[in-house]
Nanobody, 120 residues
Framework: QVQLVESGGGLVQAGGSLRLSCAAS????????MGWYRQAPGKQRELVAN???????NYADSVKGRFTISRDNAKNTVSLQMNSLKPEDTAVYYC??????????????WGQGTQVTVSS
């Protein structure tokens, strides 16, 4: 009932910037939280940043001061501005949303992922 579509991934040089966006659609009553996770080969998926209903944010220690998460409630979108990118940021980035459906049920949803590659 809910779909998440990511965009903005690609190849960038170390020190460069990239902006990821994720749009949610479907039978949505409200979005309680949206965020970004990433997974590098051979490693566990980890939280990068999220934003909670009401506006509070959380960031992984490794990206604090470099990444900024924001949202557009009217469009049900979340964006991740990534600056000063490092090779260790290379991963598949996944959008995640915790959604209250029109039925009243609450579910978590994942996007299919977008590749971010940072070259040295």
């Amino acid at each position: 009932q809910v779909q998440l579509v990511e965009s903005g991934g690609g190849l960038v040089q170390a020190g460069g910037s990239l902006r990821l966006s994720c749009a949610a659609s479907g039978s949505i009553f409200s979005i309680n939280a949206m965020g970004w996770y990433r997974q590098a080969p051979g490693k566990q998926r980890e939280l990068v940043a999220n934003i909670i209903h009401g506006g509070s944010t959380n960031y992984a220690d490794s990206v604090k001061g470099r990444f900024t998460i924001s949202r557009d409630n009217a469009k049900n979108t979340v964006s991740l501005q990534m600056n000063s990118l490092k090779p260790e940021d290379t991963a598949v980035y996944y959008c995640n949303a915790l959604v209250t459906l029109c039925s009243g049920s609450v579910y978590g949803y994942w996007g299919q992922g977008t590749q971010v590659t940072v070259s040295s």
